[in-house]
């Protein structure tokens, strides 16, 4: 099993939206969305945002190394009707990474099934044997020299989905702590942030799309 030393940022809240239904936040890169499994690792987005709006509900999760947008429910009629949004693959997500090495090709569809890889946990690989179905749709927004910045959307919510994909199309995620190696792994965070969120709203039922800066 692989060790991570965790030092979440102290930094302010980033609130993008909130109403009496919803909060939707922007989580900074090196911060759990909920409390680790092991000590120290308490402090996480969801602590830190009951303290501000007491009651607030889990919903989903970004990787602690995954900055953007996530969205959080303030009763638990929301939960469900926000969880059911994600289950049923209502709700749309598009990320933008920036991946090692220049991609040949302008835009693509991974569908390469995903598994835990047990002895290295939590590191995730492809496994036609044992994963679970896993769809990526890229596209390339940017080139510069030995490296490409593609939009990300998954068509599915598995573990580490977009970091796997994208390591094994030769392309691992820059700052990748886990599936990156060498030079690729020399920055100062994952270059991987959750840039749109869009869902029906669990009050009104109307479509509702939210935004973080990508800040890399």
């Not at 599936?179 to 020399?186: I, P, S, V």
């Amino acid at each position: 099993m692989m060790e991570f030393t965790y030092t979440p940022p102290d930094v302010p809240l980033r609130i993008i939206y909130e109403d009496r239904a919803i909060l939707v936040a922007d989580k900074p890169s090196g911060l759990l969305s909920v409390p680790g499994k092991t000590e120290g690792r308490a402090d996480c987005l969801e602590t830190r945002l009951r303290r501000a709006y007491p009651g607030t509900l889990l919903v989903h999760r970004l990787d602690c190394d995954t900055s953007g947008v996530i969205i959080f429910a303030r009763t638990k009629q929301a939960q469900g009707f926000l969880g059911q949004e994600f289950e049923k693959r209502r709700a749309k997500k598009t990320y933008v990474a920036r991946v090692a090495g220049e991609m040949a090709q302008d835009s693509g569809h991974v569908d390469l099934p995903l598994g835990a890889d047990w002895p290295n946990r939590p590191r995730q690989m492809v496994s036609h044997e044992h994963g679970r179905p896993a769809q990526t749709e890229w596209q390339v927004i940017g080139r510069a020299p030995g490296e490409t910045r593609v939009r990300l959307s998954p068509l599915t919510g598995r573990s580490h989905q977009l970091r796997v994909h994208m390591l094994a199309l030769g392309h691992p995620i820059l700052g990748d702590p886990i599936y990156a190696t060498g030079a690729a792994r020399d920055f100062p965070r994952l270059m991987l942030h959750a840039e749109t969120l869009g869902l029906h709203h669990p009050r009104s039922g109307a479509w509702v799309e939210f935004t973080a800066p990508c800040p890399f």
